[in-house]
């Protein structure tokens, strides 16, 4: 999970919400939204904006088919913002005092939504409009955190499956009448629910936690069991991505690895891509992906060839305005700080020798730079910490910094921390 900007001062793309190939928009935890970028120049929307705090890293954001989203977190009702990001208002149905932990279209329709309640005993919601309007359909029980949600149309009707830890174990809550029941079936260890493939039965992909080796293990099951097989392993979960229409699965690695599989899991090969990645979306016949790297490399990037080439839209360091709205919005007043922030910390200039680097006029301590031999991979800890791992002749060490901002430079030869102002 990313930290806050008490913690890094380097956004990182966590989640992409497309409504079509030149709406999309890109959700940074902690900083705010990218808007556009792919027929316009990209346009920046600060949490402050979007009723959003810096805090609120689970924010929920799914697009909708004209381009507006549907926008909530924990804490934090669901609402519709429009799809220029400069205001948003309630539907009709959503509780205002209640917050949404999950929410999703249903696999390959644009007007059925469902979304889960942030509640001691949270609920399933619906929605027939694309989010205009919502009723409350099963009590989900108490438990411990909704580890995922996925909706798709089954044979007879639309298929709902919700992961939800219970301890050590989690259970599968599975819908096959559109969400009005559900059965529920205990899975061994902490899992979490990435897609589904609609079938006889549908196939659920998974992912869990390995603590002997600190690998994400990469999990296919069979709905209706709770026997789940290991298809494949990453270092840091970079998300998963499925072809509804084929038998493709995408995983991919922070660390810096993409994998494609054409036979739905039996067998994996790598793609000559190694950017790494931090989330995958195949949406209208194209894998979309956020990636990790500095402010100047890609933040945003598709592929129109199933994965073997990305196509950049755009990089932090080339959002240099803030969303245009009306005068009444205030957006300049409301995202002063937060845009304040985002000029001293993503658009500064870099020097590329390897003398000093400046952020805004805050020099940078000295003694953190990397041996020049070493390639650095970085990611987010599971547990909120940046984590770099350095390899230098063949040696793997890992650093684990918790207490201070960090601009890095990833897949270079050098890195690099800011003391605490």
């Not at 899975?187 to 603590?211: E, K, T």
């Not at 805004?360 to 730079?369: L, R």
């Not at 918790?402 to 050098?414: K, P």
């Amino acid at each position: 999970m990313l930290p806050g900007p008490a913690a890094a001062h380097a956004p990182l793309a966590r989640s992409i919400a497309v409504a079509s190939p030149t709406e999309v928009a890109v959700r940074m935890p902690g900083f705010g939204m990218v808007i556009g970028g792919v027929a316009e120049s990209p346009a920046y929307a600060c949490d402050a904006l979007l009723g959003l705090s810096d805090t609120d890293v689970n924010a929920v954001v799914v697009a909708r088919n004209d381009g507006s989203r549907l926008l909530g977190g924990p804490g934090k009702a669901l609402r519709i913002l429009a799809s220029d990001g400069c205001t948003w208002r309630v539907p009709s149905g959503w509780p205002t005092e209640v917050g949404v932990v999950s929410a999703t279209l249903v696999t390959a329709r644009t007007d059925v939504c469902f979304a889960v309640s942030d509640e001691a005993s949270p609920r399933l919601f619906r929605s027939d409009d694309s989010g205009e309007s919502w009723r409350a359909l099963a009590e989900l029980g108490r438990g411990d955190a909704i580890t995922g949600l996925v909706a798709l149309s089954g044979t007879d009707d639309i298929h709902v499956y919700i992961a939800r830890r219970e301890g050590s174990a989690t259970a599968m809550l599975q819908s096959i009448d559109g969400g009005e029941t559900f059965v529920s079936r205990v899975y061994g260890g902490p899992l979490s629910l990435h897609g589904v493939r609609g079938g006889n039965p549908d196939v659920l992909w998974l992912s869990s936690p390995r603590p002997a080796s600190a690998d994400i293990a990469i999990l296919r099951s069979a709905a209706g069991t709770t026997i789940a097989e290991e298809r494949h392993r990453v270092r840091f979960f970079g998300g998963l991505a499925l072809d509804p229409a084929g038998s493709t699965v995408w995983v991919a690695d922070e660390a810096g690895a993409l994998v494609r599989s054409d036979d739905d899991g039996d067998t994996f090969r790598a793609i000559e891509d190694t950017r790494a990645i931090a989330c995958l979306a195949f949406i209208a016949n194209r894998l979309w992906a956020c990636t990790t790297g500095t402010n100047q490399q890609a933040a945003l990037a598709y592929s129109d060839d199933r994965g073997a080439s990305f196509t950049d839209v755009f990089a932090f360091a080339d959002v240099a305005q803030l969303v245009t709205c009306g005068a009444d919005a205030g957006v300049a007043a409301t995202c002063a700080a937060a845009w304040a922030e985002w000029r001293a910390d993503v658009l500064l200039p870099e020097d590329t020798d390897a003398g000093a680097v400046t952020d805004g006029g805050h020099a940078m301590d000295a003694g953190e730079h990397q041996a020049t031999d070493a390639n650095i991979d970085c990611s987010c800890d599971a547990v909120g910490a940046v984590r770099l791992a350095g390899h230098n002749n063949g040696a793997t060490l890992v650093f684990l910094i918790t207490s201070v901002a960090l601009t890095m430079r990833c897949g270079r030869t050098r890195w690099w921390r800011r003391a605490p102002r």
